[in-house]
């Protein structure tokens, strides 16, 4: 008898994520200090869907680009199992002092540099190799940055997935949204709910 493989929805895949990610511990990887009132601020919930996605799809290589204190990438180490072989995190920031939340994990490569220049890109290029599993952008929420991260990184790196970060936070971050929602169709969701992340969180599969 002929079997069929049954290919689950991106929306299931996020539904997934949310629920893995409620059960993953993730005490410790704080946001840091707010850049508008310096207050420390903990564990975000979108942390928690991060963490179950990078479990529930066996993520191992992923890029980050927008590290800030580094409690994002924090979380998704948790969800990808902190010393399972053949782990490639990466996060790339351009201020010398991002990343202060993931000093001693040495499994996560930290990489100082504008991501834009070509320098970087090289950088990156000699810390993680394709095709990998994540592209998560946080970084300045610009229509030119952003849709500059996805040409160069995307190009270079084809990951299975793509997740961005406040894409409700303005207008330009909306049309991005608008535009890779137009051309990705069903595989583009908006898992905004799901993530807790008013300012918008939305996520491509490739």
């Given at each position: 008898?002929?079997?069929?493989?049954?290919?689950?929805?991106?929306?299931?895949?996020?539904?997934?994520?949310?629920?893995?990610?409620?059960?993953?511990?993730?005490?410790?990887?704080?946001?840091?200090?707010h850049k508008r009132t310096n207050l420390h601020l903990g564990v975000q919930p979108y942390y928690h869907f991060l963490a179950g996605?990078?479990?529930?799809?066996?993520?191992?290589?992923?890029?980050?680009?927008?590290?800030?204190?580094?409690?994002?990438?924090?979380?998704?180490?948790?969800?990808?199992?902190?010393?399972?072989?053949?782990?490639?995190?990466?996060?790339?920031?351009?201020?010398?002092?991002?990343?202060?939340?993931?000093?001693?994990?040495?499994?996560?490569?930290?990489?100082?540099?504008?991501?834009?220049?070509?320098?970087?890109?090289?950088?990156?290029?000699?810390?993680?190799?394709?095709?990998?599993?994540?592209?998560?952008?946080?970084?300045?929420?610009?229509?030119?940055?952003?849709?500059?991260?996805?040409?160069?990184?995307?190009?270079?790196?084809?990951?299975?997935?793509?997740i961005l970060d406040d894409i409700h936070l303005n207008a330009e971050m909306e049309n991005v949204w608008r535009e890779i929602s137009a051309k990705f169709g069903d595989q583009a969701f908006d898992a905004s709910e799901l993530a807790q992340r008013p300012?918008?969180?939305?996520?491509?599969?490739?």
């Amino acid at each position: 008898m002929e079997t069929h493989t049954i290919t689950p929805t991106l929306k299931y895949i996020c539904e997934n994520a949310a629920n893995a990610g409620r059960d993953i511990d993730l005490n410790g990887c704080d946001y840091g200090p707010h850049k508008r009132t310096n207050l420390h601020l903990g564990v975000q919930p979108y942390y928690h869907f991060l963490a179950g996605f990078a479990r529930t799809l066996g993520c191992k290589k992923i890029l980050e680009i927008g590290t800030s204190y580094g409690g994002s990438m924090m979380a998704i180490s948790r969800g990808c199992g902190a010393g399972q072989a053949g782990l490639e995190l990466v996060t790339v920031d351009k201020i010398d002092l991002a990343g202060q939340g993931l000093s001693g994990l040495l499994h996560i490569t930290r990489i100082h540099g504008d991501s834009m220049l070509p320098d970087t890109l090289g950088l990156v290029r000699a810390k993680i190799s394709p095709p990998i599993d994540l592209l998560y952008i946080d970084s300045k929420h610009s229509y030119d940055h952003v849709t500059g991260n996805i040409r160069s990184y995307v190009g270079e790196f084809r990951p299975r997935f793509l997740i961005l970060d406040d894409i409700h936070l303005n207008a330009e971050m909306e049309n991005v949204w608008r535009e890779i929602s137009a051309k990705f169709g069903d595989q583009a969701f908006d898992a905004s709910e799901l993530a807790q992340r008013p300012v918008g969180f939305g996520v491509a599969a490739y």
